[in-house]
């Protein structure tokens, strides 16, 4: 299935940032969890916040506000991690808040709203307005996935206590 554009009936899991409603595809989502602190990585490219320990495995905890030109902010006790398989790894997306699952009507492509080819990202009319749907297998890309191997490779992060 591609899941930039997720098949008739399937459900995708809703959330917001900065007011934007955002979507993936539920069968992508691992599982969604109260945040954490994240611990900074040196190296690691802008769009990623740091790394996270989940239970012994460190994930990579992407800055998807600095992805999509929104204003950047400190995590919030009242924020979400939404934990999404991308590719063979799991990447950790901060979220101000999930929202629910939704099923998706009707698609329209990126190239149909911007007249662009977008990888990554395609559009869905909802009650709402628009939902941007994510494409987890483009979260991240091959350079930012090295550059994260490099940054955790030289300091490993502490336990996942709760932002202060």
Request: proline share 11%.
């Amino acid at each position: 299935m591609d899941s930039a554009h997720p098949q008739s009936g399937s459900r995708l899991v809703t959330f917001r940032i900065e007011g934007l409603l955002l979507g993936l595809d539920l069968g992508a989502v691992v599982r969604i969890e109260r945040a954490a602190a994240v611990t900074p990585l040196s190296g690691a490219p802008p769009c990623l916040m740091g790394a996270l320990n989940h239970h012994g495995r460190i994930l990579p905890v992407l800055d998807l506000r600095r992805r999509l030109g929104l204003p950047t902010r400190p995590l919030e006790p009242t924020d979400q991690f939404v934990l999404v398989r991308c590719g063979l790894r799991t990447v950790v997306v901060p979220v101000d808040r999930v929202e629910g699952l939704a099923t998706p009507g009707p698609m329209l492509s990126p190239e149909e709203v911007v007249g662009a080819p977008l990888k990554g990202i395609g559009l869905m009319a909802s009650l709402d307005g628009i939902t941007v749907i994510q494409d987890p297998d483009h979260l991240l890309n091959p350079v930012e996935e090295t550059a994260f191997e490099s940054a955790i490779a030289g300091s490993q992060p502490s336990g996942s206590e709760p932002p202060a």
